[in-house]
């Protein structure tokens, strides 16, 4: 496989670390095989966009889900450093409302496996960063649904000491109730 697999606190929610070739003209990694993938993951997953995102350092993206055609997703950075969350909103699930969050990096390669049903976000902790992803369903706007970043139920631990800049989409997130979002 050309990666190490790891669980997070969240079931289904994966932390992939590539193999990594290297020397003094540079590196080489696999950054996707399809078939090690679904291994890794023990399902079947098809990607049908590519996202490729630049942001500035503050900036905070999320936390994003739809309510209907929900997106799996395999993220990464490729330049800079960004601290990215997954929340758990399947409301069958035993680790509903919680989240996971981890540093990826252009540096360590990371990649992080978002199923589809989680609320999905980041936050730029460098100058800049580039951020790509692969999703498992198109977007569709008029289903998409942010949660508030700062949800007091959720008390996600942004490793930050600053004030994130948001997007004008993304101010009017809602906290994490069954009412607010399942309604929409």
Same mark, same amino acid.
């Given at each position: 496989? @050309? ?7 969240i079931s289904d929610v994966l932390l992939l670390t590539p193999k ?25 997953v098809t990607f049908v966009q590519d996202n490729h995102s630049q ?26 450093? !960004?601290?990215? !969350? ?7 699930s035993p680790t509903f409302g919680q989240w996971t969050g981890h ?19 980041? !936050? ?16 569709? @706007? ?43």
């Amino acid at each position: 496989m @050309p990666y190490q697999v790891q669980p997070t606190t969240i079931s289904d929610v994966l932390l992939l670390t590539p193999k990594v070739f290297g020397d003094e003209r540079g590196f080489f990694f696999e950054s996707f095989n399809q078939r090690d993938f679904e291994q890794a993951v023990g399902q079947r997953v098809t990607f049908v966009q590519d996202n490729h995102s630049q942001s500035q350092r503050g900036v905070l993206r999320g936390l994003h889900f739809q309510i209907q055609h929900p997106q799996g997703k395999l993220v990464r950075v490729t330049a800079g450093e !960004v601290f990215d !969350v997954a929340v758990d909103i399947r409301t069958n699930s035993p680790t509903f409302g919680q989240w996971t969050g981890h540093h990826l990096s252009a540096q360590n390669k990371q990649q992080l496996w978002v199923p589809p049903g989680l609320a999905h976000g980041f !936050v730029v902790l460098s100058h800049t960063a580039e951020f790509l992803y692969k999703t498992t369903d198109y977007y569709y @706007p008029d289903h998409e649904r942010s949660l508030v970043w700062n949800d007091p139920d959720l008390a996600i631990d942004w490793p930050m000491d600053f004030e994130p800049t948001l997007s004008n989409k993304d101010q009017p997130g809602q906290a994490l109730t069954l009412a607010q979002w399942r309604a929409a």
